[in-house]
């Protein structure tokens, strides 16, 4: 067990958006503290790949945390709501891209202990599901939310797949 420390830091400015037509209503600067949980937790931690600028590291990382994030369930059998996933491009404890996956309850209750020994299962499965979604540039099915349609699917699944020391000419 250890104590996990989020930081927002990537959070720096909000926008207020009409719900039914989505015009912009407003925007600016947020500042949210950090949040402090003893918990345990797992990480996956890996060197920057070959030709990726940062940026585009941030977005697939974003994106592949939340396919692997909705995949834990299946692994270790509780709420998508139970763990949480958290990916950095610059992890304060390692210094390289590093995915967090941590149990959401204080102290802990042994889920992100069982992904440890599964991590290679768990990226698989998420490189394929992000595969197979039927959208051409990423959706809330498979990656999420992301700003940037354009090559987040793609970029997620060439993550994942140098991940898992697979090929990425598929996608």
């Not at 104590?3 to 600067?29: C, M, Q, V, Y």
């Not at 599964?118 to 809330?140: F, I, T």
Request: charge should be negative; hydrophobic fraction near 35%; charged fraction near 20%.
């Amino acid at each position: 067990m250890g104590t996990i420390t989020l930081s927002h830091a990537l959070i720096e400015n909000f926008i207020k958006i009409r719900f039914d037509t989505h015009d912009n209503i407003g925007s600016g600067p947020i500042s949210l503290p950090a949040e402090e949980l003893h918990t345990s937790s797992t990480w996956y931690t890996f060197d920057t790949p070959e030709g990726w600028k940062e940026s585009d590291l941030t977005d697939a990382l974003t994106g592949a945390a939340y396919a692997i994030q909705s995949f834990i369930p299946l692994f270790v059998r509780c709420d998508r709501t139970d763990i949480h996933v958290v990916p950095q491009v610059k992890a304060i404890h390692t210094g390289k891209p590093t995915i967090f996956i941590y149990d959401s309850y204080p102290g802990g209750i042994g889920l992100s202990e069982k992904i440890f020994s599964r991590w290679e299962d768990l990226l698989e499965k998420a490189a394929e599901h992000v595969k197979n979604c039927r959208c051409e540039n990423g959706c809330p099915v498979c990656i999420g939310a992301q700003e940037e349609g354009v090559r987040m699917k793609k970029d997620v699944f060439t993550l994942l797949q140098t991940l898992i020391g697979g090929t990425t000419d598929v996608l």
